[in-house]
């Protein structure tokens, strides 16, 4: 077969099953008969979070027929691997991702549809959890941490510039703008150039769906009128310089807040213990508050999401269905896995988190003059459930951090790169053979 044969032959599979994620069937193997595996079976699983070897051998000497073989998989080329071990037919049953991974190994066939036999956990886990490894609507895997965001600001320099902690993205702007005026050096805000999350997460705070299945195929709406209130609020950091602009990459970020040059910050659960130890000079300054808000009438933030997916190939669904479930909901798993002394970061996705809050709460770090816990679990209820992840997310990540940049440097305005955005997004979802139309 030809390079041009071959590269052809590649395209069309995968717009054929870019196009069957919208069906409840999905891409990738239509083995999810719902029918239980007998005997002894063992699974291969995949993950890099720390922690996790501990709960496979847990589960190992509870399940003598279900027996996991874990493989740490850390390293940045993770996904390259398995989509070659999927190709060559080598794959694990099991691997962690996030969403975002999830969205496009499904669109490219290279996952397991598990409607039937994940229905049973279904109702363990939040909406937002659930929509995580259902794109489209069929369910690739079990979800199995998410990081609900709120926020953490430096208590003691609100008081010094006498601003107060803000309830929505307007407060925050004007907080910028009073903080300014009276130190021109010290920001409310940080958006690094090379990481444009801020935009994803307002997004999905003021209720944008960038993707949205509807009937046979996907709206896109990068230009609603939420997205374009979202990209506003970015675009007036930009304009009147609120926004410091520490690089994520830069081992020195954490200065930028421990020194109080930047002095808000939207963050989650799994990284306080981080700042625990990377704030020297502020701790015990710092308090938490709930994520600030679009519409308080209702009341949304955002989260990431680590799933467990089931890969194409795996021979026994249920029973890798039934083990991640049981990593991600039992109060034995769970229990383990948010115990800072993991070191896994993990926080639930499932309904209730309440049991889990208090221990993730680094207790020097914060004043003690906000009731985090309230915080924390408010976040996790928050989430918008109108959130998906679409066929070519990543893809159109990558498309969003080239432009990000620009916006940065006030060369492009955010609004003209979510005009760009929608278009690419349509243009690419067109050459892949996938039906979608502009969101009304």
């Known amino acids: 077969?030809?390079?041009?044969?071959?590269?052809?032959?590649?395209?069309?599979?995968?717009?054929?099953?870019?196009?069957?994620?919208?069906?409840?069937c999905g891409g990738g193997d239509d083995t999810d008969s719902g029918a239980r595996t007998e005997g002894k079976v063992q699974l291969e699983f995949w993950s890099w979070t720390e922690g996790i070897q501990q709960q496979v051998a847990v589960w190992n000497k509870a399940h003598p027929e279900t027996q996991v073989k874990f493989v740490n998989a850390a390293g940045d080329t993770v996904y390259q691997k398995l989509r070659a071990a999927v190709t060559s037919g080598n794959a694990p049953?099991?691997?962690?991702?996030?969403?975002?991974?999830?969205?496009?190994?499904?669109?490219?066939?290279?996952?397991?549809?598990?409607?039937?036999v994940a229905a049973p956990y279904k109702s363990r886990y939040t909406t937002p959890a659930w929509n995580a490894v259902s794109p489209g609507g069929a369910t690739y895997g079990i979800p199995t941490g998410s990081s609900p965001l709120f926020t953490a600001y430096r208590a003691d320099l609100f008081e010094k510039y006498g601003v107060k902690a803000p309830t929505t993205w307007d407060d925050v702007i004007a907080a910028g703008k009073a903080v300014q005026k009276k130190d021109k050096d010290v920001k409310i805000f940080n958006m690094a150039g090379e990481d444009p999350s801020?935009?994803?997460?307002?997004?999905?705070?003021?209720?944008?769906?960038?993707?949205?299945?509807?009937?046979?195929?996907?709206?896109?709406?990068?230009?609603?009128?939420?997205a374009l209130e979202a990209g506003d609020i970015v675009q007036q950091l930009v304009d009147n310089g609120l926004a410091s602009n520490a690089s994520y990459a830069d081992p020195g970020v954490f200065k930028t807040w421990?020194?109080?040059?930047?002095?808000l910050m939207t963050t989650s659960t799994w990284q306080l213990p981080i700042y625990d130890t990377n704030f020297p000079r502020s701790k015990g300054k710092w308090q938490l508050a709930d994520a600030p808000?679009?519409?308080?009438?209702?009341?949304r933030t955002s989260?990431?999401?680590?799933?467990?997916?089931?890969?194409?190939?795996?021979?026994?669904?249920?029973?890798?269905?039934?083990?991640?479930?049981?990593?991600?909901?039992?109060k034995e798993s769970l229990t383990a896995l948010t115990d800072p002394a993991s070191k896994s970061g993990l926080f639930p996705a499932?309904?209730?988190?309440?049991?889990?809050?208090?221990?993730?709460?680094?207790?020097?770090?914060?004043?003690?003059?906000?009731?985090?816990?309230?915080?924390?679990?408010t976040a996790a209820s928050r989430v918008g459930d109108q959130w998906q992840y679409g066929p070519d997310y990543a893809a159109m990540y990558s498309e969003m951090q080239k432009q990000w940049g620009k916006v940065m440097k006030k060369e492009l305005t955010v609004k003209d790169m979510l005009t760009h955005l929608q278009q690419w997004?349509?243009?690419?979802?067109?050459?892949k053979g996938v039906k979608a139309v502009a969101a009304h």
């Open 350 to 377: 499932v309904k209730d988190v309440s049991p889990y809050v208090d221990k993730i709460i680094p207790t020097e770090m914060f004043n003690g003059k906000s009731d985090s816990a309230r915080i924390i679990t």
């Open 425 to 431: 997004v349509l243009d690419d979802l067109k050459d």
């Open 93 to 116: 049953c099991l691997s962690k991702m996030d969403g975002m991974n999830l969205a496009n190994f499904a669109a490219d066939g290279l996952l397991t549809d598990i409607t039937k």
């Open 258 to 263: 421990d020194l109080g040059r930047t002095i």
């Open 1 to 24: 077969m030809s390079t041009i044969r071959t590269r052809a032959f590649a395209g069309a599979a995968a717009a054929l099953s870019l196009s069957l994620v919208l069906s409840a």
């Open 303 to 330: 989260s990431n999401f680590d799933v467990t997916a089931v890969l194409k190939g795996c021979k026994y669904p249920d029973r890798a269905a039934e083990f991640a479930a049981w990593l991600s909901s039992s």
């Open 293 to 299: 808000l679009f519409d308080p009438s209702q009341p």
């Open 198 to 226: 801020t935009l994803v997460d307002l997004s999905w705070q003021a209720g944008a769906a960038w993707y949205r299945i509807t009937g046979d195929h996907w709206e896109i709406g990068f230009t609603s009128p939420e």
